[in-house]
């Protein structure tokens, strides 16, 4: 079928679904498309349109990370999973909305305005959950196929969860980060949105591949070394594939948190019964520095990207001020406090603070020691070794566990005008049960579950965002495991 003609519906959604905020340009044409379409007939992903989240580099769309100080710079280059998704035969929709430089949890810390979820309370619009934000929503509009977005301690998993689609954040450094504007260098990871597990799937098996522009890109030896602990475990397993036998399922009880809503819970307890009732077992695990994580993210994040936003100046990179005064003497002082929002400056100084020779020892050096304690805990219940370390832990196939399954959110999404009587610290506890696998750099996914009695209401939201973590590089067990649990709602 002509492309266009198959993606019509997407293109004319655009323009009806304006008031959602979710794009912050589109601009593909009839002409566009069917240029395309002579050039990749034969292309897997042939006529799919991708959204991409506005802090990845594209060629023909601006790319200003939802930023004053950004505002219509124009890219020289394509980011390399552009390239590669472009190369597949896949039409860029646009670009979406996002929270500034990717950092907040309800995509309301955008230049270009508030993202809205399509769903409301009571004729109150919902949070989609950020900063990825405007991504979630084109896709649960239908507005694209797929979407890209950025995970950097759970900004495509919580979106996911917040607009019932599904949001795949890979293991770090399976899909280069080239053409990536950076927030946090080493936990900044591409991710994918769709509305089914097979979609993620097709787009991930496009995009992902080595940089050697990009030194956070996974080389062919990290390739080779993943697959031998993939080998290493069907021995340990006697021989069995993860997909061709039971799934050991892992349930942390540092998970179980009091601030858990109990519609949350009850959609946990429902989904770890379809395992059991599917021949799967299911375990209970502890990972006891799981309750330190969101402490040491939030030092680690900030600190990171007050050294990566440094260079937005003015001078350098960014739009000048107009202006002829010189605030306190500093030449690009008044280029930064009016290009950056309160958000970005918020954790600019924070992150400035953790790094000052007075700090450093008891924030970002003790921060460092909680992430290898988280990555140890997940070490320690998973079957499968970790594919980097080169120490062997001894963890018996009846006692490791494949994955873990828990809860994206601890609540289902707020109202978008009760975040401004909440406190960051408030806001960022949404945060709390993604951000121990983006520490780790582990594969996770978040896959919407129905909630039982609300299949009648279109407004209400209707399900629950669950999620699966597996071992680093064991990313198609991730997704596998995804797609069971898709079959609970079928």
């Not at 950004?70 to 039409?91: D, M, R, T």
């Not at 805990?377 to 001894?394: A, C, G, R, S």
């Not at 909440?422 to 780790?440: F, I």
Request: with cysteine.
């Amino acid at each position: 079928m002509y492309p266009i003609l198959r993606n019509e519906k997407s293109i004319a959604l655009q323009g009806t679904s304006r008031a959602l905020n979710a794009f912050v340009s589109i601009g593909l044409s009839r002409k566009q498309a069917g240029q395309l379409e002579q050039n990749h007939q034969n292309a897997p992903l042939h006529g799919r349109l991708i959204a991409v989240k506005d802090n990845v580099c594209t060629l023909n769309y601006p790319t200003a990370c939802g930023s004053k100080i950004l505002k219509g710079f124009q890219s020289p280059y394509n980011a390399h999973v552009i390239q590669k998704l472009e190369h597949a035969g896949a039409f860029i929709a646009g670009k979406t909305n996002l929270d500034e430089f990717g950092m907040g949890s309800h995509s309301t810390h955008s230049s270009f305005g508030t993202v809205l979820n399509l769903k409301k309370e009571q004729g109150e619009p919902l949070s989609p959950g950020g900063s990825s934000g405007g991504s979630a929503v084109a896709v649960a509009t239908g507005q694209c196929w797929a979407a890209l977005g950025t995970d950097t301690g759970g900004s495509v998993r919580l979106p996911a969860a917040y607009t019932g689609t599904v949001g795949f954040k890979p293991s770090y450094g399976l899909i280069s980060r080239y053409g990536i504007v950076a927030y946090a260098n080493s936990l900044d990871t591409v991710g994918i949105l769709a509305d089914r597990c097979s979609k993620v799937k097709s787009v991930f098996d496009h995009a992902r591949g080595y940089h050697a522009l990009d030194p956070t890109s996974a080389p062919p030896s990290t390739l080779e070394r993943i697959k031998e602990a993939i080998d290493a475990r069907c021995v340990h397993t006697r021989g069995t594939p993860v997909i061709g036998r039971p799934l050991r399922i892992g349930v942390p009880h540092e998970y179980n948190i009091a601030e858990l809503q109990t519609v949350v819970r009850s959609t946990w307890l429902k989904a770890l019964q379809f395992f059991k009732a599917k021949g799967h077992s299911v375990h209970q695990v502890s990972l006891r520095a799981t309750k330190l994580a969101l402490s040491a993210y939030y030092v680690i994040a900030p600190a990171e990207a007050s050294s990566n936003l440094a260079k937005y100046d003015g001078v350098r990179f960014g739009n000048h001020a107009n202006c002829q005064d010189i605030a306190g003497n500093v030449l690009y002082a008044t280029t930064r406090g009016e290009g950056f929002g309160e958000e970005v400056k918020k954790r600019i100084l924070l992150g400035a603070y953790s790094l000052s020779a007075s700090a450093i020892d008891n924030y970002f050096i003790q921060a460092q020691k909680v992430r290898r304690l988280v990555q140890q805990d997940f070490d320690n219940v998973f079957t499968m070794q970790h594919p980097l370390n080169d120490h062997i832990i001894e963890c018996s196939a009846e006692a490791g566990i494949d994955v873990l399954l828990t809860p994206t959110a601890p609540s289902t999404p707020p109202t978008i005008s009760s975040l401004a009587n909440r406190s960051s610290v408030d806001a960022y506890k949404d945060d709390v049960m993604t951000v121990p696998a983006s520490l780790a750099g582990l594969p996770a996914i978040s896959v919407p579950v129905r909630i039982n009695g609300k299949e009648d209401d279109a407004e209400a939201v209707d399900s629950v965002g669950l999620q699966i973590i597996a071992q680093y590089g064991d990313d198609d067990t991730v997704i596998n495991a995804a797609r069971l649990l898709e079959e609970m709602d079928s």
